[in-house]
Structures are given as structure tokens and as C-alpha cells.
């Protein structure tokens, strides 16, 4: 599960990121929106019936439903008719696969894929990864889309139908293309998009609950762009809507996804009017929390304000000053359908429902450990408006 394209190293994860970029650019993101739309749909109906009972819920749980119901159905063709369905068997495996409070996933994440790790791995790399229930219900879930694609005839313009003809066709040059390896990049997909835009709406919704006037103004953009057209939606309109953006990006700035970047030099450099070099293979750790709360780039970085990013300032900002999504060449893949599903979701949610706190809501989102961590719930009170 681990050689998969986030954490490998050299040619191969390029050549798969060659291939699978197409599947990223604006147009093909276009023609998933009728599936976005289709899926917000039967989210809020499923929502609504849920409120009636009781206003005060675990946020990120019922997010979690949206996100994976967006993942699945763009990423996999896998359509999960009835939303309670998603408290299958596939999304108990995959919390438990990231669940960073227990020892052995924290480990994980503190001895990455270096130099050092390979000398560590020989002592405890077996005991430490050895995750074969959870990685043998991966294997079903992917041989299951597979099976009935292959069975029943089926091609669609999704990520699964990428890896199949790569396999099939063995388009992949200085790599096995075998099944552990397919399931791996399937995988590590459905997972980084469930998790990252999971966690950003469930941010952004707690800070809304707390600032009613931000709240307000991005409810008042949503529905005037409603108005505007005529209750429509456009993919247009969800991309080019400026507070939204300042809003999704406010949130990215204060809770990035990952605290974070772990480099490895692949040749020795200097730095120019400088005597600082790095040598080849040294592995460089790229602070992205520590820059998003550098107060000389973001002054009173502890404070949630989406003014940032539609200031005077932001256009002067530089690239590397907000970088949640990596940057040059191994940055996030899949971020415009991250950003995408993010914005879907909070256009779905804050244009039809009030978020307010409520008596289980605790005052801190997030808890400083090794590194920041988002809470498992996030009670909120989420109110239906007309």
C-alpha cells in the first residue's frame, strides 16, 4: 500500500503523474459538475431528514458522507445510491488506516520513506506496516470495480479506467504494473481525496460557526449568484466566486492539510550570493505550518480572516508564502478537485443551512501533539433556512 504515487520515489511516480493529469484539467473537471450537483442533492435530502430529528450534529461525520460520495462517484464511477451507505465497511478500514492517534500510524508519519527510514525499516518495518486486513479489504473493494467493469463492458473517464488500460496495455515503463501496485494508486487516491476535503469543510464550517459574519457575507455571495441565475449552478460560477475563494483558502492557510513537505535532493545545490548548500540525496523538511503562521506574512495568524486573500496584499504575496498543496512538480495532483469538492460543499451546505456552536462544541478545533491534529468530532448546530 505504500508504493503508491504520494510516497515513491524517482521516474515512476512521473511517468503515473504524466498520465493521469488529463484527468485534472478544467474540462474534464466540468464534466464531473452534473455528478456534483446530482450527489449535493441527495446529500441535503438525506440532511434534512436527519435535522428533524436533532439540530446538533457531528459535523465532520456527516461531511464525511458528502466528501466520499463526491470521491467515489468522480474518481470511481461507484454509485452509492443510498447515503447511509456509507457507513460501510470501507470507511471503517480507511479510519482506522488513518487514524494518527494510535502509536503505530504515528510512527508512520514520523519515519517517512528517507535514508534513515530504510536502516529503520529492517528492525521493525514488518511489525510497523504490516496492515494486511485493512490492505486485503482495499483489494476486494478495487477488484470489485473492476470485476463488473470487465464483466459488464464498461469505460468511463474516471480514475479507475486510467489504471485499468495502464495495466492492460502495460503503458508503464521501469515499473510491474501488478495488482498490489494498481490497488495502491487506486487507493491512495480515494483516501487523500476523502481525507483532505473532509477535514477542510469541516474547518471551514467551525469557523463560520464562530464568525457569523463572515458566515453571512458568504451566504449572501451564494445566493445572489442563485438569483442571478436563475437558481442555476455553473462550473464557472463556483471557480470564479471571490469570497468563497478567500474563504477556502483562509481555511487552508490556518488548518493546512499536512504541518509538512518532505523533500529529497536529487543533485547537490547553492543557494545564489550564498555558501548554504545541500547535498545530494539530503532530505529538506518544508515548514508549511510554520509559514502560514509567520505573523511578517500573515500578521495575527491565530485569527480567521478570509481578507487576506482579496487585500491589497494578496496579489503582492509570494507563490511560496501559501503553499497547502505542495508546489513544482510532486505538488497535489489532485488539487483542483480538491478544490472543487471543497467549494460544492460549502456552497451546498452554508447557501441552505445556519451554523451555529452548540453545548458539545468544543473551543479548540485542532490539539498540538507532535503535530496538529483535527479533532474525530466536531459537534455543531446546523439549522435548515428557507
Known amino acids: 500500500m505504500y508504493h503508491n504515487l504520494l510516497l515513491m520515489k524517482g521516474d515512476v511516480p512521473l511517468q503515473l503523474r504524466a498520465r493521469l493529469s488529463p484527468f485534472f484539467t478544467p474540462s474534464k473537471l466540468k464534466n464531473m459538475f452534473p455528478l456534483l450537483l446530482q450527489r449535493s442533492e441527495i446529500f441535503n435530502n438525506w440532511l434534512d ?21 463526491y470521491t467515489t462517484t468522480c474518481m470511481f464511477g461507484y454509485d452509492i445510491t443510498n447515503i447511509e451507505d456509507l457507513d460501510s465497511e470501507i470507511i471503517q478500514y480507511i479510519k482506522k488506516y ?46 470489485n470495480i473492476v470485476n463488473y467493469r470487465k464483466e459488464h ?11 485499468m488500460e495502464l ?14 501496485f494498481f490497488v495502491a494508486q487506486m487507493m491512495v487516491f480515494f483516501i487523500a481525496g476523502y481525507e483532505s476535503s473532509t477535514a477542510t469543510i469541516s474547518s ?3 469557523e463560520l460557526a464562530l464568525n457569523h459574519s463572515i458566515q453571512n457575507r458568504l451566504r449572501e455571495e451564494i445566493r445572489n449568484l442563485f438569483t442571478k441565475n436563475n437558481g442555476e449552478l455553473t462550473f464557472e460560477d463556483v471557480m470564479t466566486m471571490p469570497y468563497l475563494d478567500a474563504v477556502y483558502k483562509e481555511t487552508l492557510r490556518k488548518y493546512p492539510i499536512a504541518d509538512t513537505i518532505m523533500r529529497q535532493s536529487s543533485t547537490a ?8 548548500t545541500i547535498p545530494k540525496d539530503q532530505v529538506v523538511i518544508i515548514p508549511i505550518y510554520g509559514i502560514h503562521f509567520n505573523p511578517k506574512i500573515y500578521p495575527k495568524p491565530e485569527i480567521y480572516d478570509p481578507e487576506r486573500f482579496i487585500g491589497e496584499e494578496a496579489p503582492s504575496r509570494q507563490a511560496m508564502h501559501f503553499i497547502p498543496f505542495g508546489h513544482g512538480p510532486r505538488n497535489c495532483i489532485g488539487e483542483r478537485l480538491g478544490i472543487l469538492q471543497v467549494k460544492m460543499g460549502l456552497i451546498n451546505i452554508v447557501r441552505n443551512y445556519k451554523i451555529d456552536f452548540c453545548e458539545k462544541t468544543h473551543e479548540k478545533m485542532c490539539r498540538m501533539e507532535l503535530f496538529v491534529q483535527q479533532l474525530k468530532h466536531i459537534y455543531l448546530k446546523v439549522s435548515k433556512i428557507d
Open 49 to 69: 431528514t436527519l435535522l428533524s430529528q436533532n439540530e446538533e450534529v457531528d459535523c465532520k461525520k456527516i461531511i464525511t458522507k458528502l466528501v466520499v460520495d
Open 153 to 163: 463492458d464498461i469505460f468511463k473517464h474516471d480514475i479507475a479506467s486510467i489504471f
Open 204 to 206: 471551514t464550517l467551525y
Open 167 to 180: 495495466k492492460q496495455k502495460k503503458l508503464m515503463e521501469k515499473t510491474e504494473f501488478t495488482d498490489d
Open 269 to 276: 545545490y547553492t543557494f545564489k550570493n550564498s555558501e548554504v
Open 98 to 143: 488513518t487514524d494518527i492517534t494510535t502509536l503505530k500510524n504515528m510512527l508512520k508519519i514520523l519515519l517517512p520513506d528517507f535514508v534513515i527510514y530504510n536502516k529503520i525499516y529492517d528492525l521493525i518495518g514488518y511489525y510497523l506496516f504490516d496492515n494486511s486486513e485493512i490492505t486485503e479489504h482495499f483489494k476486494r473493494f478495487v477488484k
